[in-house]
């Protein structure tokens, strides 16, 4: 058996399933998100308020980077995708609780009102992430546990 075989322990057949759901769903939400980032931030006549179009460039990043640990199956690849989907779980909270309380402030971002634009994928998504990276069977073919 060689090096790369040992990597790639076999996932139960619901939780392999749900790895490629979001190696899938990640890259079309960083599409969507930096799609709508760019174009307010280039291509929108009078935009004078830019945090919002910012925020939605920083989840895209967000989105792309995470979906390194959802295809790469590599102890570094994991660990990067865990922060990146901590990171966008807390902006995620945070963002759409600021938009509950000032909502002029935080403008029309991807996180707004917990990303309701997108159906609450913002929300949803990182937390189903966290769920499939931590499960112990993707920790063992991670190899991080």
């Not at 990146?84 to 509950?100: D, K």
Request: glycine share 8%.
């Amino acid at each position: 058996m060689d090096a790369k075989t040992t990597h790639s322990d076999p996932l139960p057949p619901l939780v392999q399933a749900a790895g490629q759901v979001l190696a899938v769903s990640y890259p079309l939400l960083a599409f969507s998100t930096g799609g709508r980032a760019v174009y307010q931030l280039f291509f929108k006549p009078n935009v004078t308020y830019y945090l919002p179009p910012l925020l939605s460039l920083v989840a895209a990043l967000c989105y792309l980077l995470a979906t390194i640990g959802f295809v790469v199956r590599r102890r570094w690849a994991w660990r990067l995708s865990v922060g990146v989907l901590a990171f966008e779980t807390i902006m995620t909270l945070l963002v759409g609780t600021l938009s509950l309380l000032e909502p002029e402030f935080v403008g029309r971002t991807v996180w707004r009102l917990y990303g309701i634009d997108y159906g609450f994928f913002p929300l949803v998504q990182p937390i189903l992430g966290l769920i499939w990276l931590l499960w112990p069977g993707t920790r063992k073919a991670y190899m991080t546990s």
